[in-house]
């Protein structure tokens, strides 16, 4: 007799998911998988503990890696996986992988087991605590293996001031970024009368950047943006960059969290324009040069 009402729909596994449960995966290197919520596909580079929690690091085809909390939501040909730490046999593959491919936020190979150095004589100085944090966040791990200081100016219009007051010479030069540095400029003007100190010019490099702030040294495709805004004379670049986004921008409080969030956009270097890049790499290669 045929059943009309066909089959118990509650019979079997019912609650499986459509893609079929999770399994568990050891996290090896070059295991190629994709993170469900980003939809970032990239191979496992490195399996590492940062506060409390196994954070694994992928990398994707064009070279860029980011890292996500080990555990479920990850698929590897369509199917869900829980990623899980490689076994013990395979930490020494996965420490050896490490050493040959781990790249810092610069794009410079990663050193580990080094202890900071003790600072050098010779120190950046950037304009303001935005540059610093930027300056940090991208190439902090290379100087601290240099032992190279950033520090800052609050502004330029006294750099001959503080050329003066930091006093370099043979062992202590002084790297200097700055911002807006375009022909017919303030800066621009201030940055001649300083290059031409003495006796400390020999020991004194000074470049520059177009942008308006640190801020549109970030690609804008980072923000969702074709391009940064153009905003009016009248108003306040950074606010008027906020009024942009569509981000509060009424008090100081809402520009710092502004800041925070473009900062947060930045992985590595190739989140930056190369005019910002250039200028900095010339800073450490001048200031970490034999003899400095």
């Known amino acids: 007799m045929t059943d009309r009402y066909g089959a118990d729909v509650l019979?079997?596994?019912?609650?499986?998911?459509?893609r079929g449960r999770s399994v568990d995966l050891p996290a090896e290197p070059g295991t190629v998988?994709?993170?469900?919520?980003?939809?970032?596909?990239?191979?496992?580079?490195?399996?590492?503990?940062a506060g409390g929690v196994h954070v694994v690091h992928l990398e994707d085809r064009r070279g860029?890696?980011?890292?996500?909390?080990?555990?479920?939501?990850?698929?590897v040909d369509g199917s869900p996986v829980r990623l899980v730490p490689p076994q013990a046999a395979a930490r020494v593959r996965l420490d050896a992988a490490?050493?040959?491919?781990?790249?810092t936020a610069s794009g410079s190979r990663a050193v580990h087991g080094q202890r900071a150095r003790v600072a050098s004589g010779s120190r950046i100085f950037v304009e303001g605590k935005h540059d610093a944090e930027l300056v940090e966040k991208v190439w902090g791990d290379d100087l601290r293996v240099e032992g190279v200081v950033v520090e800052m100016l609050d502004g330029v219009d006294d750099l001959a001031g503080a050329?003066?007051?930091?006093?370099?010479?043979?062992?202590?030069?002084?790297?200097?970024?700055?911002?807006?540095?375009?022909?017919g400029s303030k800066e621009t003007r201030v940055v001649e009368a300083a290059r031409g100190l003495q006796?400390?010019?020999?020991?004194?490099?000074?470049?520059?950047?177009p942008y308006v702030d640190v801020w549109q040294s970030v690609k804008p495709g980072r923000l969702g943006m074709d391009a940064w805004p153009v905003v009016p004379r009248e108003t306040s670049w950074k606010h008027g960059v906020a009024a942009h986004l569509g981000w509060p921008?009424?008090?100081?409080a809402d520009m710092a969290r502004a800041w925070r969030r473009i900062l947060?956009?930045?992985?590595?270097?190739?989140?930056?324009?190369?005019?910002?890049?250039?200028?900095?790499?010339?800073?450490?290669?001048?200031v970490t040069a034999p003899g400095s």
């Open 98 to 103: 490490r050493a040959a491919t781990d790249r």
């Open 249 to 252: 921008h009424d008090t100081q």
């Open 64 to 75: 860029r890696v980011r890292g996500f909390p080990l555990g479920p939501g990850f698929l």
């Open 33 to 49: 998988v994709e993170e469900v919520e980003t939809g970032w596909v990239g191979a496992v580079v490195r399996v590492e503990k």
């Open 163 to 183: 050329i003066r007051d930091f006093d370099p010479g043979p062992g202590r030069r002084m790297g200097v970024l700055v911002d807006h540095l375009v022909p």
């Open 11 to 18: 019979a079997g596994d019912w609650r499986r998911p459509a």
């Open 199 to 209: 006796p400390w010019a020999p020991h004194v490099l000074v470049v520059g950047h």
């Open 264 to 286: 947060a956009s930045v992985g590595s270097w190739t989140d930056l324009e190369p005019e910002l890049l250039g200028r900095v790499e010339e800073l450490i290669d001048f």
